[in-house]
């Protein structure tokens, strides 16, 4: 049997006292937020963020996001946003994400970003462009 093939990037993020409401709970909006500091983070560990795509001559944007609630968080706590990339054939780039409180490893959030390729004018891509293609290939995806 052969294992699946992960790439994952784990960051820290302590919760600020502007993403709680007045019950002292992260408000849901801010686990939108989360994903994509965790994005970014990941984009910058195996260099594919949005620049990168950027520079390549495309844009990459955010199609599609849900996100399941599990537990809550509180000013002060600090958890830990898991971002994983998901292999696909389409042309797009998904994204699959686990919110745990570091304090106690609790699962609070899961969820899923989906992204697509576009040409600056807005054009959308049909196809993987090369340099995904070839970021794939040297990540073991192909």
């Known amino acids: 049997m052969t294992k699946k093939k992960q790439l994952i990037n784990r960051t820290e ?12 709970i992260v408000w849901h909006g ?3 937020k989360f994903f994509e500091d965790g994005r970014e983070a ?12 950027y520079d390549k001559g495309y844009l990459a944007p955010v199609v599609k996001v849900n996100c399941d609630f599990k537990r809550y968080v509180k ?9 994983e990339f998901i292999n696909t ?3 797009k780039i998904v994204f699959k994400f686990k919110i745990f409180n570091k304090r ?9 970003s989906i992204q697509v390729f576009t040409m600056p004018n807005g054009e959308l891509v049909l ?16």
Do not use: Q
Not at 18 to 24: A, L, N, P, R, Y
Not at 45 to 51: F, K, P, R, T, V
């Open 89 to 91: 054939k389409a042309a």
């Open 13 to 24: 993020i302590v919760v600020r006292f502007s993403e709680v409401d007045s019950m002292g």
């Open 104 to 112: 106690n490893d609790e699962l609070v959030a899961e969820g899923e």
């Open 75 to 83: 000013y002060g706590d600090a958890i830990i946003v898991e971002t």
């Open 127 to 142: 196809t993987n462009p090369p340099f995904f293609e070839a970021w794939k290939k040297e990540k073991g995806f192909v």
């Open 42 to 53: 990941f984009g910058k560990e195996h260099n594919i963020g949005y620049l990168d795509i």
């Open 30 to 32: 801010h686990y939108i």
